[in-house]
């Protein structure tokens, strides 16, 4: 079955320590993405790639970094940068190559709780 | 800014209709998008809508008004299996997706 699959789905980290979360897609997709869920919120934008080699910043990029070295593949590290990274980390693909391409596949997420 | 307003919470019976509304006020409008999020998962995709009027998918229906910046979900025969956060998100003018907050739906028997 192809899909998104991500890992962990509940992580635990103490202040100042890198953490990376996996995404991985057999979908093969151009596009995916990296959002942030908090509660009352609306899904909020980290970091995108259109294609391999290549991603761009999204609204709330500052203390987040990401690689794109595969196409079934974008891992997203929560830097000790990150001031407030206690959330829900939801990774999404698409057949196009942005947003506007239409219907966004989502990995079940992964939730990082900051000690 | 760019805003997107749902309800927070809704509750209905089971087998009942329920609409849950979402009014946006964004720069430009290019499609509005609803999807399904059950408790600790993944959203699921619903519906989109670029034109004004109702498009009808089984059980569910989703409705979009361009010139009042408004569109709605509605879910009928409801199932206990329905019970979910429901996201709205609009396509803004630089084909940006702006999410709502989500409404939490619980069905009661």
């Known amino acids: 079955d192809g899909g998104i699959t991500q890992s962990p789905k509940y992580l635990f980290r103490k202040e100042g320590q890198n953490v990376t979360l996996s995404c991985e897609q057999n979908?093969?997709?151009?596009?995916m993405y990296w959002y942030r869920q908090d509660p009352g919120q609306g899904l909020r934008l980290i970091y995108y790639s259109q294609i391999v080699n290549d991603f761009q910043k999204g609204d709330i990029a500052e203390g987040y970094s990401v690689s794109r070295e595969k196409k079934e593949s974008f891992p997203l590290t929560v830097t000790s940068a990150q001031k407030n990274p206690t959330a829900f980390y939801l990774c999404a693909s698409s057949t196009g190559t942005s947003e506007a391409s239409g219907e966004l596949f989502f990995g079940e997420g992964s939730r990082l709780t900051v000690l | 800014g760019q805003n997107i307003d749902q309800p927070t919470e809704m509750t209905a019976t089971e087998g009942a209709i329920v609409q849950i509304n979402c009014t946006y006020q964004?720069?430009?409008?290019?499609?509005l998008f609803w999807y399904q999020q059950h408790a600790g998962e993944a959203p699921t995709f619903l519906s989109y809508n670029v034109l004004d009027g109702l498009e009808e998918k089984g059980r569910f229906s989703s409705f979009l008004s361009r010139s009042k910046g408004y569109s709605y979900l509605l879910l009928k025969e409801l199932q206990m299996k329905d019970s979910a956060s429901y996201l709205c998100a609009v396509l803004d003018s630089n084909y940006q997706l702006i999410w709502g907050a989500g409404t939490k739906l619980i069905i009661k028997p």
């Open positions: 979908l093969n997709h151009d596009a």
């Open positions: 964004t720069s430009g409008f290019n499609g």
